[in-house]
């Protein structure tokens, strides 16, 4: 194996690990958990499991896949202003599972040589004096912000689990 | 740039900015925020840096760069079983930057051939038929589990950072 493919793959398996803990999280979540805060008067379980789903969704035109499953969503769980009002936790966990799916079904298509062209938001000029700006790029570094989010998610879960 | 090139750019980076990270955490958590726990019960703060600090001090024995820098720090922070007394503040903030400057330093000196060559826990036999258990890999599952535990201290940071 070729040391392109072989990097391609340890991201590529960190990306799906990554993805495998926050299902498995969704299935030992209860809705009360969901609507727990991480800490007095911070962010709900519920608004990090959304904000993974809109990070998901994003990463369809980013990498050139498709467009986004719910722009509302999406601009609710990622931006400040947005004017929809909260979605419910159960519509939340549907936007994970359908944003999560769906990429993963459209991501195991790209070769190993699609995983290196550039990205959507990066130009053919600035990509041949940058070519770390590439799709691969791109999951890795939405690889390391889900294990952040799930280090929170993590100090909620471990107590339900030793119970 | 060769692909394989570009990707061990990636990881390092990703590795430096995490790094980095904490590095500017230590510089705004005061004593009294080292000693908070991250939820009622929960691990401490300081315990959070000591244990990134412990397996910084592991990957020099991993990586084929070196001996561990503190033993009973390490099995403290990782074990446990570890018989010693907790180590202080001022300790474990030196533990963190000792570990840290001397494993960057440490690493800066390795090739793109020798981050896909295999890391020390793996035998030459397996590493033939799983290439992708090599020092790279090692560096990103690393990059990852610091990204957990920053997301963690990252809940006790906002709040400091927004007054």
Same mark, same amino acid.
């Given at each position: 194996?070729?040391n392109e493919e072989t990097?391609?793959k340890?991201?590529?398996s960190?990306?799906k690990?990554?993805q495998?803990?926050?299902?498995k999280?969704?299935?030992t ?15 709900k379980?519920?608004w990090?499991?959304g ?11 980013i990498l050139?896949?498709?467009e986004?499953?719910?722009e ?5 769980f990622?931006?400040?202003d =947005? ?8 519509q /939340?966990?549907?936007?994970?599972k359908e944003t999560? &799916?769906?990429?993963? *079904?459209?991501?195991a298509?790209l =070769?190993v040589q699609?995983w290196?062209?550039?990205?959507t /938001?990066?130009s053919a000029?600035d990509f041949?004096? &940058?070519?770390?700006? *590439? ?7 939405r ?7 799930f280090?929170?998610l993590a100090?909620?879960?471990?107590p339900i689990?030793?119970?």
């Amino acid at each position: 194996m070729k040391n392109e493919e072989t990097a391609v793959k340890m991201i590529l398996s960190g990306w799906k690990n990554g993805q495998d803990k926050i299902q498995k999280a969704l299935l030992t979540l209860s809705d009360e958990h969901m609507d727990m805060e991480l800490m007095p008067g911070r962010n709900k379980v519920s608004w990090v499991v959304g904000h993974l789903a809109a990070v998901n969704d994003s990463l369809f035109s980013i990498l050139g896949l498709g467009e986004k499953i719910n722009e509302d969503y999406h601009d609710y769980f990622t931006k400040d202003d =947005s004017m929809i009002k909260a979605p419910g936790i159960s519509q /939340t966990r549907a936007y994970w599972k359908e944003t999560s &799916e769906q990429l993963d *079904n459209a991501i195991a298509a790209l =070769s190993v040589q699609d995983w290196f062209e550039r990205h959507t /938001t990066v130009s053919a000029e600035d990509f041949a004096k &940058e070519p770390h700006r *590439n799709k691969l790029n791109v999951l890795l570094s939405r690889t390391l912000h889900l294990n952040h989010h799930f280090g929170q998610l993590a100090l909620v879960l471990k107590p339900i689990m030793h119970h």
